[in-house]
């Protein structure tokens, strides 16, 4: 007998903490085309989700947010916002915040 899904396997990051850590957020650079990502939030289920990515060994978390829709397509309008490029120990560390509601 199949099995279906009944909830979302993607992962979701925790609801922020009520002292949690400010992430400046940045206009994105553009500095690496191809960025490759190594981990992503649900982007299904949320209007807004988070990506792990890793360009020229250096390493940045991008936020994408659902800002409204086109009027033709109906596709999705993304904003997209970066923090600056870090260490991949620094990255891991934010990454885990952002799970976990530390920081935003
Ligand atoms: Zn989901």
Redesign the pocket.
């Known amino acids: 007998m199949a099995r279906f899904l009944t909830e979302?396997?993607?992962l979701?990051p925790a609801n922020p903490n009520g002292d949690y850590l400010e992430i400046t957020w940045l206009e994105p650079t553009g500095r690496h085309k191809r960025p490759r990502t190594q981990a992503q939030t649900?982007?299904?289920?949320?209007p807004e989700w988070y990506e792990l990515c890793m360009a020229g060994g250096l390493w940045v978390i991008r936020r994408h947010k659902v800002a409204g829709q086109h009027q033709v397509a109906g596709d999705r309008i993304i904003q997209t916002h970066e923090t600056e490029f870090m260490r991949e120990k620094d990255a891991y560390a934010l990454w885990s915040d952002i799970v976990y509601g530390r920081a935003r």
């Open positions: 979302c396997p993607a979701h649900c982007t299904m289920c949320r």
